[in-house]
């Protein structure tokens, strides 16, 4: 049996938005090329927990944390930390897809760009790389100069994961998976999170818990408690989360999932 290596290391981590405390005290192993879903009743935490991954959350205003975060062994906190970088290996896909005004092959091209200069014919490859581990290549490869904002919410959001892997991240958080996108669209996507599951880590918030099912290895089920402080309740293996559910808060919101 082959070893897991944790990819990100959480440990006893608190993350407060100024002073106001969002998640308490979390801890947890994410293993390296594997599914991890995040769940929970809306207002936990799940979102900010995510975005903390990566320090994201520090586009939004003044954070403050406690405990560790590691990437790989490298805290992630650390003063000496490029962000950019660090957000190139941990990449983020938003429940809502944010591209550019400008073609198709400008976006997947957009974070390579910002890494240094690459030939055209470099640059041309990355691009049909990426769009092909996007399944994406035979629907836009004769429309590469199309306007990226002309396509459907499905296929930008597909466009935006072509434009993450161009930089050949380590990890990809996606935040509310499927959110406004029509069932062949989100079906598109679940197809391709998983062929890319044994290349990546992936850590995917939802409130489907057959979409969890289906996808994940491992899940991580997070409530609030009486302060309305996100708090993780467990990290699992997905089927132990389904069908053993001992907290009555666990067991309370995954048969409510069920209904």
Request: glycine share 6%; with cysteine.
């Amino acid at each position: 049996m082959s070893k897991i290596i944790p990819a990100i290391r959480v440990k006893n981590f608190s993350f407060y938005y100024d002073h106001q405390k969002i998640i308490e005290d979390v801890s947890m192993d994410i293993p390296q090329n594997k599914i991890i879903a995040i769940m929970g009743p809306s207002g936990c935490g799940k979102s900010t927990f995510l975005k903390s991954l990566n320090r994201m959350s520090e586009l939004e205003g003044e954070v403050n944390i406690e405990g560790i975060v590691e990437f790989f062994g490298q805290n992630i906190y650390g003063r000496r930390v490029n962000l950019n970088r660090l957000r190139r290996q941990i990449t983020t896909i938003y429940a809502k897809p944010n591209l550019f005004p400008m073609s198709i092959y400008d976006n997947v091209a957009y974070g390579v760009k910002l890494i240094g200069w690459h030939p055209k014919v470099e640059l041309d490859e990355i691009v049909e790389l990426a769009l092909k581990a996007a399944d994406l290549w035979e629907e836009f490869k004769n429309k590469l100069h199309k306007s990226a904002l002309e396509l459907s919410c499905g296929q930008q959001q597909r466009l935006c994961i072509a434009r993450a892997l161009a930089v050949k991240p380590q990890i990809i958080l996606m935040d509310e998976l499927g959110v406004g996108i029509d069932p062949i669209a989100i079906a598109k996507i679940e197809e391709l999170i998983e062929c890319l599951r044994s290349e990546l880590t992936i850590v995917f918030v939802s409130h489907n818990i057959q979409q969890v099912s289906k996808l994940s290895d491992f899940t991580a089920l997070f409530h609030y408690n009486e302060n309305h402080i996100g708090q993780l309740l467990e990290f699992a293996p997905t089927k132990k989360i389904i069908n053993h559910s001992f907290d009555y808060r666990h067991r309370d919101y995954v048969s409510t999932r069920f209904r």
